[in-house]
């Protein structure tokens, strides 16, 4: 991709810089909201100066994010934002520290090399069912998405 203008000089020195026109504008700015919540919660770069623990970030972006998107609840009912926009906002916010220096890192011993012999198994279980059962979505069941209603006994 190196559609440069030949008469201007800075076009050739440009495009070997790290580029933003490749993120979603749209996304970029409804993370810049949520940063927005974030910093009025918080102070604003509390995190640069403070600095983060890992697995804090990790639970909100996976436990309070990820996991209600995909279970079928779309915005966060706190901030009335996305939940992936959410957890964006988390992770870059993790990033950050991570880069300055400013994470504790409490990540647990790592199982380097594990998810790839178990990628290796998924291949062969594919393989041995070459023609799988489709799978039954959300937009498949009159009604959805189920909201779970019961209670949960600790």
């Not at 770069?45 to 890992?54: D, F, K, P, Q, T």
């Not at 041995?128 to 209603?149: C, M, T």
Request: negative net charge.
């Amino acid at each position: 991709m190196t559609n440069t203008k030949q008469t201007n000089p800075k076009d050739a020195i440009g495009i070997e810089k790290a580029p933003i026109t490749t993120i979603s504008f749209p996304v970029m700015s409804e993370v810049g909201v949520a940063m927005l919540e974030g910093a009025l919660k918080y102070s604003r770069h509390n995190y640069r100066e403070a600095g983060v623990r890992a697995s804090v970030y990790i639970d909100a972006c996976i436990n309070r994010h990820l996991g209600p998107w995909w279970e079928g609840e779309s915005i966060d009912p706190d901030s009335g934002l996305s939940h992936l926009t959410k957890a964006i906002a988390g992770l870059m916010v993790l990033r950050d520290a991570e880069i300055r220096g400013m994470m504790a890192d409490d990540r647990p011993p790592g199982t380097i090399g594990y998810i790839k012999a178990l990628n290796e198994k998924t291949k062969q279980i594919l393989e041995k069912y070459p023609e799988p059962k489709a799978p039954i979505l959300a937009s498949d069941v009159e009604g959805a998405p189920h909201q779970y209603e019961g209670k949960i006994e600790l």
